[in-house]
């Protein structure tokens, strides 16, 4: 059972749709049961880590036997509430954000771009993979028509600023930022940065510098 007042760390928190992702497929294989140590060298997370994040939430498997893979595919998509589908908007369709459309998170059933928004009249009232483009006049009043709070910026980095600021005055709570850009929100909206360039140089560096891989 889980202990509602455990608050649970960042990190576990990240690894729990790579758990989830795991035993969707194992599911669709046919697999009942997994041990600790599988679940380790299929994500690539030593055995350790994983049951600690899985202590978190309580009794999840059984010593000697593993884990139930129903039971903790059910129990994690309650967790991700996998069963409500979560409306995505996406800033900026240059050529990371026509991948995202194109891409649309397919094999996440719970997550979906719902609507997209740029300024190339080249683009807007267009479809891209089923996605509709709307030109950024109408960003405000779509997102709080269509009750969305989770938004992809991939816009340049000198106009990423006065855009977050719209989306924080349309009611979204999540960015996930893909500008290099180091953003200003208020402390009630979640952001991730996620910068391609900076995360390849330090994958260089850490080549280099560290050639054996150490556990996290």
């Known amino acids: 059972m889980t202990n509602d007042n455990v608050k649970i760390p960042q990190a576990t928190a990240k690894r729990l749709p790579l758990y989830y992702r795991f035993l969707l497929n194992l599911h669709s294989s046919g697999k009942q049961r997994v041990s600790s140590a599988e679940l380790s060298e299929a994500v690539k997370v030593d055995s350790a880590t994983i049951r600690r994040d899985f202590s978190y939430f309580g009794a999840l498997g059984k010593k000697g036997y593993g884990y139930n893979v129903n039971y903790l595919l059910t129990f994690f998509r309650k967790t991700l509430d996998q069963d409500e589908t979560t409306k995505v908007a996406l800033i900026g369709v240059g050529n990371l954000g026509t991948a995202f459309l194109n891409y649309n998170f397919s094999k996440n059933n719970n997550t979906?771009?719902?609507?997209?928004?740029?300024?190339?009249?080249?683009?807007?009232?267009?479809?891209?993979?089923?996605?509709?483009?709307?030109?950024?006049?109408?960003?405000?009043?779509k997102l709080i028509e269509e009750g969305i709070q989770v938004a992809i910026l991939t816009v340049p980095s000198s106009v990423a600023q006065p855009i977050t600021d719209r989306l924080v005055a349309s009611n979204i709570k999540g960015i996930l930022n893909f500008t290099p850009a180091r953003l200003n929100v208020p402390a009630d909206i979640r952001i991730h940065h996620i910068d391609l360039a900076v995360e390849l140089q330090s994958l260089i560096y850490f080549l280099k510098h560290y050639p054996t891989v150490e556990e996290e």
Do not use: Q, S, Y
């Open 112 to 141: 979906k771009i719902e609507i997209a928004f740029d300024v190339d009249a080249g683009k807007v009232g267009k479809n891209i993979g089923n996605v509709p483009i709307f030109h950024m006049d109408e960003l405000d009043a």
